[in-house]
């Protein structure tokens, strides 16, 4: 049986390897030199019980976890789940990234809208301040439509949807009471969003429901 010095640079080398680091990439994440990790996988030195904590942490793995010799088919299973988690983490990150560039891209375009009525237009009763209500509904459309295809949570997708309709409903009212000449008072088609969001809510537990069965 190897020493424990070796069997813990073993555990080290592997998890590295399972998340496709070097040496000075695996150092610069646990903020220890490369020297360091290349002294430690060789088994010339063991490292003290809170950097081994730091790597435990690191790899999500135990402490005991490092410290036991382990067998081949451990590792590969250690290294699938690495990748996976791994491969989560990338693709939660790029879901993220691309849901606050609807978002972003919803903000420049109103912006760019309203801007251009603010150059060419010489009454400020004509600027296009309509857009940026407008703005909303449409940005709670895309990300319900991306929400339910990256996560399909019905019950994020069911708040958002309500969401939707009901900016959709006061974008109306507000811009036909402020932006339209004469100004309408139409808050009342409110009462109409009632039984939208009953169908939502109950088209959401039909759907949940028809899945359990």
Known sequence: MDNLSTIVG???ASLRKAKGLTQQELASEVNYSDKSISKWELGYALPSVDILMDFAKFFGVSVDYLLSEQSQESIDEKALALKQKQEAETDNR?????????VSFAILVS???FFSGYYFRHDPSELLWPVFIW?????????????HYFYRN???TT???????????????VQFQFFNKPGENIWFILVA???????IVLAKGYIHKGKRR
């Open 135 to 147: 703005a909303v509904p449409v940005t709670l459309f895309f990300l319900t439509i991306e929400t």
């Open 94 to 102: 790029n879901k993220a990234i691309i849901m606050a560039m609807t």
């Open 159 to 173: 708040i958002l949807v309500s969401s939707f309709v009901w900016a959709l409903f006061v974008s109306f009212c």
């Open 10 to 12: 073993k555990n080290i």
């Open 111 to 113: 912006m760019s809208i």
């Open 154 to 156: 019905s019950i994020v």
């Open 193 to 199: 969003a009632i039984p939208v969001q009953v169908i």
